[in-house]
């Protein structure tokens, strides 16, 4: 069980939007600690989307788009690819644990 | 561009040592703005921080390494300027340690906590008599 809680999949056609959430607890995120997000798709190194909560790596889209309040983090993609399909994670730093966390992973699907 | 490449066995016997090396071009494992981390990914366990190692000289120069509570007592991180590579030993292994495993740089700004920017391109590695 990940430390820290993302839906095992979301799906949306071409197009539309659909959101990620990463949700933790008081001694991760809610303690104020960063979120960044990976892509990562099968068979392949994940791949930086976004980091420190909301900033996009040079040549990531602008559709992708990060957000952190309280003890949750959010990753939104509007204007869905196909490209898109992937596994997404959320990342943090935990202090009871002294070190990194991911999220267990959320499984777009573009229908 | 950074580049890191992976080496080792791809299979391991159970109680044995997994050892694992990344050589790095486009940068310099003694760098003082980068980390050298391990991560593995497995479907069990997901993607998990193994830790890190780093040099720094702002006051004292010396090197560093991180480790999570869950393997720090069976993981090495170690540095190897002469060759700019960095590696992994995790002892005692047993099944349950069969994963991916990836090398990375990680980055951080002050007070931040770190991000990959680069990844190898991974190695599984199964633990299995």
């Known amino acids: 069980q990940s430390v820290l809680t993302q839906p095992p999949s979301v799906s949306g056609a071409p197009g539309q939007r659909v959101t990620i959430s990463c949700t933790g607890s008081s001694s991760n995120i809610g303690a104020g600690y960063d979120v960044h997000w990976y892509q990562q798709i099968p068979g392949t190194a994940p791949k930086l989307l976004i980091y420190v909560n909301s900033n996009r790596p040079s040549g990531v889209p602008d559709r992708f788009s990060g957000s952190k309040s309280g003890t949750s983090a959010s990753l939104a993609i509007t204007g869905l690819h196909a490209e898109d399909e992937a596994d997404y994670y959320c990342q943090s730093y935990d202090s009871s644990l002294s070190g990194w966390v991911f999220g267990g992973g959320t499984k777009l699907t573009v229908l | 561009q950074v580049q890191l490449q992976q080496s080792g066995p791809g299979l391991v016997k159970p109680s044995q040592t997994l050892s694992l090396t990344c050589d790095i071009s486009?940068?310099?494992?003694?760098?003082?703005?980068?980390?050298w981390d391990w991560i593995r990914q497995s479907p069990s366990r997901g993607l998990e921080w193994l830790g890190r190692?780093?040099?720094?000289?702002?006051?004292?120069?010396?090197?560093?390494?991180d480790y999570p509570v869950s393997v720090k007592s069976r993981v090495t991180i170690n540095a190897d300027p002469s060759k700019n590579q960095f590696s992994l030993q995790l002892n005692s292994v047993t099944p349950e340690d069969t994963a991916v495993y990836y090398c990375?740089?990680?980055?951080?700004?002050?007070?931040?906590?770190?991000?990959?920017?680069?990844w190898g391109q991974g190695i599984l590695v199964t633990v299995s008599s």
């Open positions: 990375v740089r990680s980055v951080q700004a002050q007070l931040e906590v770190p991000h990959v920017d680069y």
């Open positions: 486009g940068d310099s494992v003694s760098s003082n703005s980068a980390a």
């Open positions: 190692t780093y040099y720094r000289s702002k006051y004292r120069s010396k090197w560093y390494s």
